[in-house]
């Protein structure tokens, strides 16, 4: 099987995709909640695939629409107007 550099991505660039902090990824990985990865020598890489197969499945395990009343970080940039 040959494998492509751009199909090894980094926790830097797995972040990039997941639009979250390169640390949030490393607690995945400490928790063992994230994408599979595996280390080459000191580097922790992820398969590309890997990466998207886990977002699938992340957005398959949503049971309920987030809602402002499910989850209020959702809001964002919405004004807090009363």
Request: net charge positive; charged share 30%; proline share 4%.
């Amino acid at each position: 099987m040959m494998v492509h550099d751009s199909d090894l991505l980094t926790s830097a660039e797995v972040a990039q995709i997941t639009r979250v902090p390169e640390s949030t990824v490393r607690y995945w990985r400490y928790l063992g909640t994230g994408p599979s990865c595996f280390r080459v020598g000191k580097r922790v890489l992820y398969r590309r695939r890997e990466v998207h197969s886990w977002i699938a499945l992340k957005e398959a395990d949503v049971s309920e629409p987030l809602t402002e009343t499910t989850d209020r970080r959702c809001k964002g940039a919405e004004s807090n107007s009363t």
